[in-house]
Nanobody, 124 residues
Framework: QVQLVESGGGLVRTGGSLRVSCTAS????????MGWFRQAPGKEREFVAG????????RYGESAKGRFTISRDNAKRTVYLQMRRLEPEDTAVYYC?????????????????WGQGTQVAVSS
């Protein structure tokens, strides 16, 4: 069973950039398709980005397209989410998740393992 720990969240101004990371332990990262989700207060958990096992295929939610980039380093057991041109609407807790499915999933229910989340706040 894999354990996921996010890091790198913080406070950033509108238009700024931030990179959050997710490090896995207890299992080989390459075994899993990985995803990033976010949840703002009072809102449902939202798919942000997903990446396949080898890292050569990605998928993004509408809010992330053109601004965010997901990547992974299987040797370091780490998945990254580089966020650019951040807006106040990006303020949320960002979660990484792992799934054993064979393709990138956009629904949270399809992911088996979750980290505890890291807070990202964007000031206007």
């Amino acid at each position: 069973q894999v354990q996921l720990v996010e890091s790198g969240g913080g406070l950033v101004r509108t238009g700024g950039s931030l990179r959050v990371s997710c490090t896995a332990s207890g299992g080989a990262l390459i075994t899993y398709i990985m995803g990033w989700f976010r949840q703002a207060p009072g809102k449902e958990r939202e798919f942000v980005a997903g990446i396949n096992r080898s890292g050569d295929s990605t998928r993004y939610g509408e809010s992330a397209k053109g601004r965010f980039t997901i990547s992974r380093d299987n040797a370091k057991r780490t998945v990254y989410l580089q966020m650019r041109r951040l807006e106040p609407e990006d303020t949320a807790v960002y979660y990484c998740a792992a799934t054993s499915q064979w393709s990138i999933q956009t629904m949270a229910a399809q992911y088996n393992y979750w980290g505890q989340g890291t807070q990202v706040a964007v000031s206007s």
